[in-house]
C-alpha cells in the first residue's frame, strides 16, 4: 500500500491514543495507516505472557489476515515494589473491561498494602515494537524509569501517566505536552530505533 509519495505502513492497535502518539512521533517521512482504515474491526489476540510475544502476535495476525506490512506495540508498567506487576497485563490489571481509572486505583491500593516506611516506589514502562516487513520480523524496546506518585496528577496523556513521574523530570507524564513526553518515553525510545531502522530500509519500499 502507497499513498504515491511516502511509504506506508499499518500499525496493528486498538488504542487510539498510541495511534495518536505514533503519528505525531514519526511525523510526515511514513504514512501510519490505522486498522480502522484496513477494515479490521477484529479483536486481535493478546495471549501471551511476555511483551515481545504479544506484540509479534498482533503483527503476524494483521500480515497473516490482511496482508500489509506492519507493526504492533505491546506495553507494560512494572512496578518493583509489586513484583513487576501489573506488567504484560497493564491493560487488563483491574480486570476486563475496566477502564485506566479503574487500573490506576487499584495500583496505589495495592502499593499502599505492601507499603512499609522504605518501600520502593520505583517502576518503568517498557515498550516492545515489533515490525513485519515481507517476512521479516524485527523488534525494538523502549523503556523509562520513574516513581509512582501517591496521587494522579495532570489531565494529557493516558492509561498510568497520571501517576507516572519519569526519573529525568518533575512532572508526570500526564503533565508533560505530548512532545515533552515522546522525548523521553518508552513508547518514543522504541519508536526512535523503529524509524532508525526503516530508513535503511526506505529505497525497497
Ligand atoms: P493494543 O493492544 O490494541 O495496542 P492496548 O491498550 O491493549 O492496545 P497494551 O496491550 O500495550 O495496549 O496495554 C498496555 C496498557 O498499558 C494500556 O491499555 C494502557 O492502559 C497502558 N499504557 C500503554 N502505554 C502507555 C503510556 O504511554 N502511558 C501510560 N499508560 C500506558
Avoid at 520502593?120 to 515489533?130: D, Q
Wanted: negative net charge.
Amino acid at each position: 500500500m502507497t499513498d504515491n509519495i511516502r511509504p506506508t505502513l499499518v500499525f496493528a492497535t486498538n488504542n487510539a491514543h498510541k495511534l495518536q502518539e505514533l503519528r505525531q512521533i514519526v511525523g510526515e517521512r511514513w504514512h501510519i495507516v490505522s486498522l480502522a482504515e484496513i477494515g479490521c474491526h477484529d479483536d486481535i489476540p493478546e495471549t501471551s505472557d511476555t511483551l515481545q510475544g504479544n506484540a509479534l502476535q498482533k503483527a503476524r495476525y494483521i500480515k497473516e489476515h490482511y496482508g500489509y506490512d506492519c507493526f504492533a506495540d505491546d506495553t507494560g508498567l512494572m512496578v518493583d515494589a509489586l513484583g513487576g506487576e501489573p506488567g504484560v497485563y497493564s491493560a487488563r490489571y483491574a480486570g476486563p473491561g475496566h477502564d485506566s481509572v479503574a487500573n490506576m486505583r487499584l495500583l496505589l491500593e495495592c502499593l499502599r498494602e505492601v507499603s512499609g516506611e522504605n518501600t520502593s516506589r520505583a517502576a518503568h514502562f517498557s515498550t516492545v515494537i515489533a515490525l513485519i516487513v515481507g517476512d521479516e520480523e524485527t523488534v525494538f524496546e523502549g523503556r523509562v524509569d520513574g516513581v509512582i506518585t501517591d496521587t494522579p496528577d495532570g489531565e494529557g496523556g493516558f492509561g498510568y501517566d497520571p501517576i507516572f513521574l519519569p526519573d529525568e523530570s518533575d512532572r508526570t507524564f500526564a503533565s508533560m505536552s505530548a512532545q515533552e513526553k515522546n522525548r523521553i518515553s518508552h513508547r518514543g525510545r522504541a519508536t526512535a530505533k523503529l524509524l532508525a531502522y526503516l530508513e535503511g530500509l526506505r529505497p525497497q519500499l
